[in-house]
């Protein structure tokens, strides 16, 4: 079923620790985001691609890193994890032109301790 | 810049009441606006589009310029009406979606 996949979908982990989160996408869409849902439910972008090989960075300042080698596939990768860093984290994807709005994925859970 | 805002943090209305959940936004050129909602343990999801001038479970959206308002409106609330709410905008060839900061909406039985 085509769809947009995020895993782990919780994670415990210790400061220093590198990480990366998984989404992918089998919708064959070009577009796809990461965005970071704070606490109080809010929703910021944090990093964007158009295609293979573009990425750009979001509204909100993040210290994480993304890339884009294949259409389907785009990790958010965090080198050094931080308390601060502890977040809900949700994957989108969308076709060309936004008329039909985003899919989002189920999202990962990030506790950094 | 767009800007979009969400002037209620929560909103709590009982079953059978209407509902309407405001949503204000700041674009200088046409925008394109939605409702996404994400129901406990769900993943969020598209409510309705401006565009398409569709009802969705009821509710309603409609966009009025002159006040730069898409607020989201529902005649008679359910309880599975209760979510968190976010009113997202977007300009004509532009590429990414700004939320607002989302209604937490809470139908009381």
């Known amino acids: 079923e085509a769809d947009i996949y995020q895993t782990p979908r919780y994670l415990v982990i210790g400061t220093g620790k590198k990480i990366t989160l998984e989404c992918s996408q089998t919708?064959?869409?070009?577009?796809m985001y990461w965005y970071q849902q704070d606490p109080g439910m809010e929703l910021h972008l944090i990093h964007y691609?158009?295609?293979?090989?573009s990425t750009e960075k979001g509204d909100l300042s993040s210290e994480s890193t993304v890339s884009r080698i294949r259409t389907e596939h785009f990790p958010l990768t965090l080198e050094s994890a931080r308390p601060s860093h502890t977040s809900q984290y949700l994957c989108?994807?969308?076709?060309w032109g936004t008329g039909n709005g985003y899919t989002f994925g189920s999202g990962t859970r990030l506790t950094v301790v | 810049a767009q800007r979009v805002t969400q002037p209620e943090k929560l909103l709590s209305v009982f079953k059978g009441a209407p509902v309407e959940l405001k949503c204000n936004y700041s674009?200088?050129?046409?925008?394109?606006l939605f409702w996404y909602v994400q129901y406990s343990r769900q993943r969020l999801q598209l409510l309705l589009r401006?565009?398409s001038r569709e009802s969705i479970k009821g509710f309603t959206a409609d966009l009025n310029k002159g006040e730069t308002s898409f607020h989201l409106k529902k005649p008679f609330a359910q309880e599975e009406d209760s979510a968190m709410y976010y009113c997202?905008?977007?300009?004509?060839?532009?590429?990414?979606?700004?939320f607002g900061q989302g209604t937490r909406l809470t139908i009381n039985p």
């Open positions: 989108a994807s969308s076709e």
């Open positions: 674009y200088s050129g046409s925008p394109e």
């Open positions: 401006h565009i």
């Open positions: 997202a905008l977007t300009g004509q060839g532009a590429q990414k979606l700004v």
């Open positions: 919708m064959g869409h070009d577009k």
């Open positions: 691609s158009y295609g293979v090989n």
